[in-house]
């Protein structure tokens, strides 16, 4: 049965002419607002207790779940990151080979320049001791 604001006036008027205002008016202050089916007890306070822990556990459960997705995602990337810097290390490698490679033909090439050079001195300084 609900109670409507007539039948608490009602109550309330009964309780003052028996017990007087201010008693009354404690005994209407421990009274529901709206009636007794909207007070929640004990049981309805474990029930929503166990709901809320049911949710907050399938809620760690997906944030778990995401941040194995997360940290799978980083190894990968990881991992990406590790065959460039080999790649990088081949280039390098193969950079210091050219490099060795143009240095030697460099001293090949200064060599028979200058070899060349003091060759054809050799040559003039013959002919012109020859000719003069």
Do not use: N
Request: aromatic residues 6%; contains cysteine.
């Amino acid at each position: 049965m609900s109670t409507d604001d007539r039948s608490r006036l009602e109550l309330h008027t009964a309780l003052e002419t028996a017990l007087g205002r201010d008693p009354a008016d404690t005994l209407m202050g421990h009274l529901p607002p709206r009636g007794w089916g909207d007070v929640a007890t004990v049981r309805d306070l474990e029930i929503l207790e166990a709901r809320i822990d049911h949710k907050l556990i399938a809620f760690e459960a997906r944030l778990d779940q995401r941040f194995a997705q997360i940290d799978y995602r980083f190894a990968e990337i990881e991992a990406r990151f590790a065959q460039v810097e080999a790649r990088f290390a081949q280039v390098e490698a193969r950079f210091a080979q050219v490099e060795a490679r143009f240095e030697r033909a460099l001293r090949v090439a200064v060599l028979a320049i200058c070899s060349t050079i003091i060759t054809a001195v050799g040559v003039s300084v013959g002919l012109v001791g020859l000719l003069g």
